[in-house]
């Protein structure tokens, strides 16, 4: 909110994709692990979603219960879509 940059976390990979949840945790995607994970400063790095060859810049659709993350694969020529329950 002031503008200000600070560090959230240590180096945790090549992030492409990142959305920031309502309570201030994050989704993003990873090259170095091909996977969608979920990090917050309490919990830390969670996986999500496994096997991409090239995660890239997602999607995040809001609904009923929780959120649907539309996440291409940009090697695989692939779309995947996980349902995240609140």
Known sequence: MSGQ???LSDPIGRL???YEMRDGSVLATDWNT???FHWSE???MRKLAEGFKG???FCVVPQAGGLLVVVPD???SHLRFIQLKH
Request: charged share 15%; proline share 6%.
């Open 55 to 57: 995660p890239a810049d």
């Open 34 to 36: 091909g996977s969608l």
């Open 5 to 7: 940059i600070r560090t």
């Open 42 to 44: 309490s919990g830390g």
């Open 16 to 18: 492409d994709g990142i």
């Open 74 to 76: 940009l090697v695989q």
